[in-house]
Every structure is written in structure tokens, then in C-alpha cells.
């Protein structure tokens, strides 16, 4: 079975600096990709996904994230971080073989002033 | 409805009663997953639904634990005698078809107590 790994439990920046949260699956073929934040008090939502070509995609609220098959990665990027991005963050994999929607344990983002 | 709904939105139990949470998903959305998140950890898959195909139930830590969907309508997540260590937010997602976003319910917190 796939699994998800986010080896950054925590991480702190400063408003402004650039982002990057790293997404490592374990899956023979190219599975589908998505990342998901999840904010204080509310639901989770999805950020960006890859299912195929580009393997740089682009999201909401500024975010993008790269596939590298070679890496088995799929890392979340922002250029300027702002203080309304402070939440968990969630990778998830699907293997289109009837297989569940298995996600990482989640980084939590934390953004200091 | 706009997006998933879950009921109740909370919900305290006293250790050994039974409990009954409810998922009404996308009309029109196939798939339907149901997820745990304990305090501060990620999402723990427990069953997965797809239009009339038999369910994914590999994820139900026991056998205190049911769920049911009839066709693409409303799922609903039973845990039987429940114990402390239920206690958790129980998040319903839905989906068009495999492999397409996911949408989130706000979730159910449970509390045994």
C-alpha cells in the first residue's frame, strides 16, 4: 500500500520569508497528488493538485508545488509567506486503483510577525 | 447542498453508549470517505464508499465501528460501546469520482467521556 510521509512535524518562518514543505510518497507508479490546508477551527481545504503533465502546478492563495517522480516528492513552495497562512498542512496520495485516499501526517506552519 | 455536511457538529458521550454521526455529501458525488483526526495528529482513513460497490472497510480500527451509505446518499459512521481513546473530529469527505478533489465536511468532534 502507498504511504505519505512529511518529515516536518513544525515549521516556523517570518512573514515574507519563502516556503517550502516537503511530501515524499512511497508508490511504484505516478499516483494523483494534492496538498490540503487545514486552518484553525475550519475544514480542510484543497490547495493544488497533479494528475498528470506539468509537474509544476499551481494553486490558490499563491501556493505551487512541484512533482519530481525521481524523488518520489511532490513539495508545497511559496515565495512570501503571510500571517493568514498559519495552519497544518496535509499531502495525500491516491493510486487510482481502487486503493484509499491515504494522507501524511501534516506539517504545522507557524508565522511569526 | 453547497458542501458536506456533517451532523452533529459536536457531540459528548458517556463511555459505553453508542453514537451515530452523519455525513450528507455533494449531491452527485460518488465517492465518499470517512476520516478520524485525533487531537494534533493527521488523518487516519476508516472507510471509503463508491456508488454501489462494495466499501473499502480496511481502515475501521474495530469492530465497534460501522458505517453505511445507501447509494450516493447519506453515509452514516456508528461506533458502538464507545471508549475514550474514540474521542476524535470525524471528517466526512466527497468526491465526484475517484481521483478528483475531495470535499471536507466541517467534521464531528467526539468527546467520551
Known amino acids: 500500500a502507498q504511504s505519505v510521509t512529511q518529515p516536518d512535524i513544525h515549521i516556523t518562518v517570518s512573514e515574507g520569508a519563502s516556503l517550502e514543505l516537503r511530501c515524499n510518497y512511497s508508490y511504484g507508479a505516478t499516483p494523483y497528488l494534492f496538498w490540503y490546508v487545514q486552518s484553525p477551527g475550519q475544514g480542510l481545504q484543497l490547495l493544488l493538485k497533479y494528475f498528470s503533465g506539468d509537474t509544476l502546478v499551481q494553486g490558490i492563495k499563491g501556493f505551487e508545488a512541484e512533482f519530481k517522480r525521481s524523488q518520489s516528492s511532490f513539495n508545497l513552495r511559496k515565495p512570501s509567506v503571510h500571517w493568514s497562512d498559519a495552519a497544518e498542512y496535509f499531502c495525500a496520495v491516491d493510486d487510482n486503483y481502487g486503493q484509499n485516499f491515504v494522507f501524511g501526517p501534516g506539517t504545522r506552519l507557524s508565522v511569526l510577525p | 447542498g453547497a458542501g458536506v455536511s456533517q451532523s452533529p457538529s459536536n457531540k459528548v458521550t458517556e463511555k459505553g453508549k453508542d453514537v451515530e454521526l452523519r455525513c450528507d455529501p455533494i449531491s452527485g458525488h460518488t465517492a465518499l470517505y470517512w476520516y478520524r483526526q485525533r487531537l494534533g495528529q493527521g488523518l487516519e482513513f476508516l472507510i471509503y464508499f463508491q456508488g454501489n460497490s462494495a466499501p473499502d472497510k480496511s481502515g475501521l480500527p474495530s469492530d465497534r465501528f460501522s458505517a453505511e451509505r445507501t447509494g450516493e446518499s447519506v453515509s452514516t459512521l456508528t461506533i458502538q460501546r464507545t471508549q475514550q481513546e474514540d474521542s476524535a473530529v470525524y471528517l466526512c469527505?466527497?468526491?465526484?469520482?475517484?481521483?478528483?478533489?475531495?470535499?471536507f465536511g466541517q467534521g464531528t468532534r467526539l468527546t467520551v467521556v
Open positions: 469527505a466527497s468526491s465526484q469520482t475517484r481521483n478528483t478533489e475531495a470535499f
